[in-house]
């Protein structure tokens, strides 16, 4: 079965929490253009936010260096591949390149991507320029290959072969504002896409072909889910701020409104009510888990929240004797994100200003690991207890 494996499992005896907030590489925050916007927006950036800090909890963890900066950008996925179980390596994955590190924290092995067509000048590749979003690793168990495809953005989207070199680029006249895999379960991939300058979803095959267009009208943050019996359909948010659900073939099987105006959200797998695949937001000071009938399953508060988006959560198991907790990070701009986490009563027990964006929570076993901008840190000690550094 073909699917995208996280390494950790909620289930498992000591899993805890892996917090990935990016690296914000040095040349970046040093480049004229993007220092003029920081100075700019700076003199509005909430008090708060102004300095990265523990803003409840201190103690509940500790933090320690596991592996500097490595030259890969913003860290958008760390997994531990099922295809390459005789390793022990993790693929720490960023916006420019990929890193494998032993448990030790050790580089042994680094790929920037590069476009394959070579620079006219020097005869070599061209390394990747330009903003393609967050990238993940996705594993085609029928092809027993690693896929690693971004999200999109104002560039568009690009998949990303096993050596680092581009494979295609999709949407790059356009910007590409959401792109979610559809699993086939053995028979490949698809993916769903729409746009940041034109209306509608289009569906593309694992070769970058635009296979046609399945629905007409505005669209954003489109997300695949399952919709029953076994079939998918696309999840986004309409114009009007609402939920709207389809099949693959463009036809609408709901439109909700929800208790705010929807844009970005992700896709979750906990709810205080059960399993399942749930929608997830932050809006009005507050994060809300919601189905895909639109209902509200849950409500958490978020403190100093307001103006962040693009938030992502998982469930993390801290300790064995206590429940699940719910992590949740979420990005102010691209200044400063903030990291929840919440028990299983609701209860907001840690809240941190981290020093950037933030793409990535998941699970891990045996340790929690932070990244920050020039460094992943772990934080593996609870309050009251277990857990060992990886």
Known sequence: MMRKKLIGCATVLTVVLCLIASFLAFEYF???TFSSLINTIWPHVPTVLKRPRIVLGEGFMAKKTFIGASGISWVTDI????????SSDLMVIGKAGLIRIGQDGHINNKKLFFFSDPDRR????RPLEGDYGPVHVLEDDSKSQLMLVSEGSIDGSIMVQADGGIRWRFGDSLGV?????????????????????????????????NLGRIFNDH???VKVIDIGESKKGAAFSDELGRLVVI?????????????FSLTRFSLCNYSPVGDGQYGLAIEHGKIWLFDFNGTVQAIYQAPFSEGFSDARAARVKLKETEPEYLAVVANYLLIRSMFYLFDAKGNLVFQEVLFGPSYLVSGLPKSLLLTFPYQISDSAKHQNGEGQIM
């Open 219 to 221: 669209a954003s943050s």
């Open 30 to 32: 040093h480049n004229d």
């Open 177 to 209: 504002d959401s792109l979610s895999p559809i699993d086939w379960s053995g028979n490949g991939y698809q993916f769903v896409v729409d746009y940041s300058d034109k209306k509608g979803i289009d569906i593309i095959d694992a070769d970058g072909q």
């Open 79 to 86: 997994v531990k591949p099922t295809l390459e179980e005789s």
């Open 122 to 125: 020097s005869n070599a590749p």
């Open 247 to 259: 099949d693959l073939k463009g036809k609408v099987l709901g439109k909700y409104k929800l208790p």
